[in-house]
């Protein structure tokens, strides 16, 4: 195969873009291809999965294991306080960029030592709104640097009876 298709997340944007690069592309051309899509700061790490430390820019993708359809993601933060509240506990927590809402939702529950059927019956919202982020989506499209913080709260998943 000589290209790499990953998917990936930048600071600030839900949207996950699915990007095309040679096969022994390095971190530097992910971040170019970065900036292409609109992250336009000059001090941005990059994140791949499986790794709790930001990859340095020389080093090709494949070497630390990035293969084809991998997820990504280019922030300027290094890590994000993630608090999250659920009746009168409130918990924090710092994690990457890269980690998911997913991710939060089971340290918290894991935390609290809520039950697992309790837990399938709730999910993570962003405090004060109404907005509860996709599971998959990294914390990093929630958070901006100068901040790189986030505010959840566990509320129960909206119940249709009939």
């Given at each position: 195969m000589n290209e790499l298709q990953l998917f990936l997340q930048i600071e600030g944007v839900r949207r996950i873009e699915v990007i095309?690069?040679?096969a022994d592309a390095t971190a530097e051309l992910l971040l170019r291809e970065a900036r292409r899509l609109g992250?336009?700061?000059e001090e941005v790490l990059i994140f791949v999965d499986g790794r709790d430390e930001p990859v340095a820019l020389d080093i090709a993708l494949r070497e630390i294991g990035v293969g084809h359809h991998h997820h990504v993601h280019?922030?300027?933060c290094h890590?994000?306080?993630v608090t999250v509240h659920f009746n009168a506990t409130t918990k924090k927590r710092a994690f990457t960029p890269h980690a998911t809402v997913t991710q939060v939702k089971a340290w918290f529950v894991h935390a609290i030592e809520m039950p697992p059927l309790d837990a399938?019956?709730?999910v993570l919202q962003l405090t004060g709104t109404q907005d509860r982020p996709e599971t998959d989506l990294h914390l990093g499209t929630l958070a901006?640097?100068?901040?790189?913080a986030i505010d959840f709260t566990l509320v129960p998943k909206k119940r249709v009876e009939g």
């Open positions: 095309i690069l040679p992250l336009a700061v280019a922030h300027r890590s994000i306080e399938g019956e709730h901006h640097h100068p901040h790189c």
